[in-house]
């Protein structure tokens, strides 16, 4: 994940227009692109084991689900009363009737919880920052799966701009999901990233 403030596609970010900078991008480069903190945020398309690991989610939690909640992918929710700074969960829990829904844009206040996968190229400081995205949006629960370590962890009770309570936990044990939702998500067979390949140019040294 990277973070851009410079000039992309023509356009120049500044207050104001970054939802259509944003929006510009992603149909330049097909990148996921959010607005988080005011600034843009681009994803990389999901790796398969990134997207496996939201496949095995879904799978468990559907069904299991309290009534009236569904489980749903591509999906953004924005700050309250800032609908220019927003993010796309990986995953995030919301009333059914969302589906319905002619809008883009969830309130935060509805998400009972949301999941973040961590890319294999994210830094700790992204990782944080988002977290504290979700805290002040003040979404209830935040489920972080890190694949490039094989952890997870799960964060609670936002207050003050940060989640109070994060447990950490790893793959094989289940993550214990609170009430409303109440119910544990198993985590044993979640894929872990490989190492990177990287690609040699197209003139490689010679040995010496």
Request: no cysteine; hydrophobic share 35%.
């Given at each position: 994940?990277?973070?851009?403030?410079?000039?992309q596609?023509?356009?120049?970010?500044?207050?104001?227009?970054?939802?259509?900078?944003?929006?510009?991008?992603?149909?330049?480069?097909?990148?996921?692109?959010?607005?988080?903190?005011?600034?843009?945020?681009m994803?990389?398309?999901?790796?398969?084991?990134?997207?496996?690991?939201?496949?095995?989610i879904?799978?468990?939690i559907?069904?299991?689900?309290p009534?009236?909640?569904?489980?749903?992918?591509?999906?953004?929710?924005?700050?309250?009363?800032?609908?220019?700074?927003?993010?796309?969960?990986?995953?995030?829990?919301?009333?059914?009737?969302?589906m319905?829904n002619?809008?883009?844009?969830a309130?935060?206040?509805?998400?009972?919880?949301?999941?973040?996968?961590?890319?294999?190229s994210?830094?700790?400081?992204?990782?944080?920052?988002?977290?504290?995205?979700?805290?002040?949006?003040?979404?209830?629960?935040?489920?972080?799966?890190d694949?490039?370590?094989?952890?997870?962890?799960?964060?609670?009770?936002?207050?003050?701009?940060?989640?109070?309570?994060?447990?950490?936990?790893?793959?094989?044990?289940?993550?214990?999901?609170?009430?409303?939702?109440?119910i544990?998500v198993?985590?044993?067979?979640?894929?872990?990233?490989?190492e990177?390949?990287?690609?040699?140019g197209?003139?490689?040294?010679?040995?010496?």
């Open positions: 994940m990277s973070v851009s403030s410079g000039a596609n023509g356009l120049r970010p500044r207050p104001g227009n970054l939802r259509e900078v944003a929006e510009k991008i992603e149909e330049a480069t097909g990148l996921r692109v959010q607005i988080v903190g005011g600034k843009l945020v994803s990389p398309p999901p790796r398969g084991k990134h997207a496996g690991v939201v496949y095995q879904r799978r468990r559907d069904g299991v689900l009534e009236g909640l569904g489980a749903f992918e591509v999906s953004s929710i924005a700050l309250p009363d800032d609908p220019d700074d927003y993010v796309t969960p990986d995953l995030i829990v919301l009333p059914v009737e969302w319905e002619d809008d883009w844009l309130a935060p206040e509805d998400a009972a919880l949301a999941v973040e996968v961590v890319s294999a994210e830094k700790s400081r992204e990782i944080r920052d988002k977290a504290d995205w979700y805290a002040v949006a003040r979404v209830p629960v935040l489920l972080v799966v694949p490039r370590k094989g952890t997870w962890a799960l964060h609670t009770r936002p207050d003050n701009g940060a989640y109070q309570d994060v447990l950490p936990g790893k793959y094989g044990e289940s993550v214990p999901l609170p009430e409303p939702l109440g544990e198993a985590t044993d067979g979640f894929p872990v990233y490989g990177a390949v990287r690609p040699q197209r003139f490689p040294e010679k040995n010496q």
